[in-house]
């Protein structure tokens, strides 16, 4: 069936540091891929997405290539900031009909100045 | 402003006393959905709502009911609240297809004694 595996937390990095988060998927066909974002006491929110192979979805500073090949979509950023101390989630979107999304267990991400 | 809104944020029951937790959302989207956030377990969706009328059953319904008698409106339904249902609880909303992003509300922290 369709999952996702994202690398298990929490990464704690000073400001500056570069982050890679690392996420794998299993899937039948051609899924979209997204990394959603949760600052503390709020809900989720998208950060970026890819809707096809080689896609690279980018914002605010981060970026994440959909690799087919190694079905993997690894959330990248060159350097962290504390505000962007968070919990990241990687997100497959699941079948043809619909918009439901099967969810990783996500990352934490805390950052020190 | 585009939202989800849920209601309440905050709730501390106690076992078998029915309770609803509202959800409503302002950008006539079609698809709706509820999920619950545990620790190590990430994000489950407990129903979804394809449309007025329309819902079928996520990876986790047991204990819950949801209606949607309206478009913008989506309730999840606790007959009778177990502890294991204390949860943080999120109803998303979207468009329909392949590539469709979810909106997500702030959350309804529940908590069954």
């Known amino acids: 069936g369709n999952s996702v595996t994202q690398m298990e937390g929490p990464v704690t990095l000073s400001e500056e540091a570069f982050l890679t988060i690392n996420c794998t998927y299993t899937?039948?066909?051609?899924?979209?891929l997204f990394w959603y974002v949760q600052y503390p006491g709020e809900g989720l929110q998208l950060l970026l997405k890819?809707?096809?192979?080689?896609d690279k979805g980018s914002n605010k500073g981060f970026e994440a290539t959909y690799r087919k090949e190694t079905t993997s979509f690894h959330l990248e950023k060159g350097s962290v900031q504390v505000s962007d101390s968070a919990v990241y989630f990687c997100?497959?979107?699941?079948?043809?009909?619909?918009?439901?999304?099967?969810f990783g267990k996500g990352t934490t991400l805390s950052v020190s100045s | 402003e585009a939202q989800v809104t849920q209601n309440p944020r905050y709730l501390i029951t106690v076992t078998g006393k029915k309770l609803t937790v509202t959800c409503s959302q302002n950008?006539?989207?079609?698809?709706m959905s509820w999920y619950r956030q545990d620790p190590g377990l990430g994000l489950r969706q407990i129903y979804y709502?394809?449309?007025?009328?329309?819902?079928d059953k996520g990876d986790v319904p047991e204990g819950y009911k949801v209606s949607r008698k309206e478009k913008r409106n989506f309730p999840l339904i606790l007959e009778s609240p177990s502890p294991n249902q204390t949860s943080l609880y999120f109803c998303?909303?979207?468009?329909?297809?392949?590539?469709?992003?979810?909106?997500f509300g702030e959350g309804s922290r529940l908590t069954v004694l």
């Open positions: 998303a909303s979207g468009t329909s297809g392949n590539t469709g992003e979810l909106f």
């Open positions: 890819a809707t096809k192979a080689d």
């Open positions: 997100a497959l979107k699941k079948g043809q009909a619909g918009t439901a999304l099967i």
């Open positions: 950008m006539n989207h079609e698809y």
């Open positions: 709502s394809m449309n007025v009328e329309v819902t």
């Open positions: 899937a039948t066909g051609y899924p979209s």
